[in-house]
């Protein structure tokens, strides 16, 4: 936990640990892009520039009352507050709320980091003016906000984030063709999920986004002890759809565990690859900048 006596840093504010003890997930949205963009000129970003980005350096001529003090305070450097016309680009946010997203080994579930990420995606995007929807899933379509571009649309957006609870199995492969089905007008699909389901029809489903001419972009989020099955001893293991439970020694399990752990990421990675679609593998322990950045790079590429 952060020293309440010392100041806190941008690299601070993008650790999943420190950020889940900071005020609502509003707040923490902001947090994040805030924290992201004031460290922006600090490796590994050094030198991106982003054609959208909400600022830019002080030029000698430039009027004192569009400097940005709160950066000024936070970082020394002087910059300009961005004004800029309305983009095209239509982005949904599609988080997978089904039961199996309520596992964490840590302080934030699976579902947790999705929400701060999608959250912080969400008010990054309204800032530069592109439109926002959500949706939400678990083993059916749940919620559906159609894309909208201005900025009080984040309240509502952030709320039903705010409130949304695990439950319902796993079906990501058949939801996606659902969803497919419902987003009519063409845009960047985000989703956020840890796609515990048969990667051919997660990969179909995704498929169906491409046919249909959308720019899809995967946050595959997983738990690190699902990743590596770090425990020893004897372990009730439990399926947190079915409630089934089985004992088993977690060393005998381990080499055999990973291998198919391996397997199963590697297939989704090498299907997104045959599609162009863009897979960002995560685990809830890793700092939000690197997803932000993937998101940046994605936006470059697709233009608006």
Not at 48 to 54: M, Q, T, Y
Not at 83 to 106: H, I, P
Not at 238 to 258: F, H, K, P, V
């Amino acid at each position: 936990m952060p020293d309440p006596g010392k100041t806190m840093t941008s690299a601070d504010l993008l650790d999943p640990e420190v950020l889940s003890r900071l005020g609502n997930l509003s707040f923490r949205a902001r947090s994040v892009v805030e924290g992201f963009i004031a460290g922006m000129h600090q490796s590994p970003y050094h030198g991106f520039s982003v054609e959208f980005s909400e600022h830019r350096p002080y030029a000698p001529g430039d009027e004192t009352r569009i400097l940005d003090w709160k950066v000024y305070g936070r970082t020394d450097r002087l910059v300009v507050k961005q004004f800029q016309e309305e983009t095209n680009l239509k982005a949904y946010l599609v988080v997978d709320a089904s039961a199996s997203m309520s596992f964490g080994s840590r302080r934030l579930s699976k579902l947790d980091y999705a929400k701060h990420l999608a959250a912080a995606l969400a008010y990054l995007m309204l800032k530069q003016r592109d439109a926002v929807g959500l949706l939400t899933f678990d083993e059916k379509p749940r919620r559906y906000y159609p894309p909208r571009s201005v900025m009080t649309y984040l309240n509502p957006l952030l709320s039903e984030l705010e409130s949304l609870q695990p439950g319902g199995q796993t079906r990501v492969g058949p939801v996606l063709h659902e969803l497919a089905e419902r987003i009519r007008r063409r845009g960047l699909i985000l989703l956020f999920s840890d796609l515990l389901d048969d990667p051919s029809e997660v990969l179909s489903g995704l498929r169906h986004f491409r046919h249909d001419h959308h720019e899809v972009l995967v946050f595959h989020i997983l738990d690190p002890l699902e990743r590596d099955l770090n425990l020893t001893g004897n372990v009730i293991f439990e399926d947190l759809e079915t409630r089934q439970r089985i004992g088993a020694q977690a060393a005998l399990l381990r080499r055999s565990y990973r291998e198919r752990v391996r397997e199963f990421l590697e297939a989704l990675r090498r299907g997104c690859r045959q599609h162009s679609i863009d897979y960002v593998l995560m685990d809830t322990s890793e700092r939000f900048d690197r997803a932000l950045f993937e998101y940046l790079v994605k936006r470059r590429k697709i233009g608006g």
